[in-house]
């Protein structure tokens, strides 16, 4: 039985494995984003997935299977990673409000024991209901916006500014459910043997 670690932090990451049924430990990654140059963008957040899942593999125990995601906003071409305080989160919200715009993650799968890994990425379009300013206050000031890329959360308040999806919605969350699987599949391991 193989050992899963998710490598982050992310209470939605570690929500979405649990609903899974996974048995998994939790490992943050030591690895500073702010260090690598935003690239293309699902060149970037499949770098991102692997290095956080990379560092994590080097501590790991050699029987296990180390998941790494990242996740952007990308609006017009340009990355909108977490907001640094809460101006950046009215600017972000400000350019997203009546737009469309894409969610790219990308996720890494690495096993220890045979040096296999899966690295692939999703990407979602959302389309964002137009905000007036009074509205843009208000959600800043519940304090989500401040640690999600793009200053919003699909699956919390920020659920009622959305006003459509193409493609996947747990993509927006932070990690692709249907790329797991595959990613599972593809290194050998039958999701359904090792449910609990």
Same mark, same amino acid.
């Given at each position: 039985?193989?050992? &899963?670690?998710? #490598?982050?932090? +992310?209470?939605?990451?570690? *929500?979405?494995?649990?609903?899974?049924?996974?048995?998994?430990?939790?490992?943050?990654?030591?690895?500073? /984003?702010?260090?690598?140059?935003? %690239?293309?963008?699902?060149?970037?957040?499949?770098?991102?997935?692997? /290095?956080? #899942?990379?560092?994590?593999?080097?501590?790991?125990?050699? %029987?296990?299977?180390?998941?790494?995601?990242?996740?952007?906003?990308?609006? *017009? %071409?340009?990355?909108?990673?977490?907001?640094?305080?809460?101006?950046?989160?009215?600017? $972000?919200? /400000?350019?997203? +409000?009546?737009?469309?715009?894409?969610?790219?993650?990308? &996720?890494?799968?690495?096993?220890?024991?045979?040096?296999?890994?899966?690295?692939?990425?999703?990407?979602?379009?959302? $389309?964002?209901?137009?905000?007036?300013? *009074?509205? &843009?206050?208000?959600?800043? !000031?519940?304090? /989500?916006?401040?640690?999600?890329?793009? #200053?919003?959360?699909?699956?919390?308040?920020? !659920?009622?500014?959305?006003? @459509? &999806?193409?493609?996947?919605?747990?993509?927006?969350?932070?990690?692709?459910?249907?790329?797991? $699987? @595959?990613?599972? !599949?593809?290194?050998?391991?039958? $999701?359904?043997?090792?449910?609990?």
């Amino acid at each position: 039985m193989k050992n &899963i670690i998710l #490598a982050s932090k +992310s209470p939605r990451r570690k *929500e979405l494995l649990e609903r899974l049924n996974l048995d998994f430990d939790i490992k943050v990654s030591q690895v500073d /984003e702010d260090s690598f140059e935003q %690239d293309i963008p699902w060149k970037f957040v499949e770098k991102l997935a692997y /290095e956080k #899942a990379n560092s994590v593999s080097k501590i790991a125990d050699n %029987d296990s299977l180390v998941i790494g995601c990242d996740t952007v906003v990308v609006y *017009e %071409d340009k990355i909108l990673g977490k907001p640094r305080d809460t101006g950046q989160a009215r600017e $972000y919200l /400000e350019k997203l +409000s009546g737009k469309k715009h894409l969610v790219y993650s990308g &996720i890494a799968i690495l096993d220890k024991n045979s040096d296999e890994n899966y690295i692939s990425h999703e990407v979602t379009e959302v $389309y964002m209901k137009e905000l007036n300013e *009074e509205e &843009i206050t208000c959600y800043i !000031s519940t304090g /989500e916006p401040l640690d999600k890329a793009g #200053a919003y959360g699909i699956q919390g308040v920020g !659920s009622i500014l959305i006003e @459509k &999806i193409n493609g996947d919605y747990y993509n927006v969350m932070g990690l692709p459910l249907n790329k797991l $699987y @595959k990613g599972l !599949s593809k290194l050998g391991v039958n $999701y359904f043997q090792i449910v609990k």
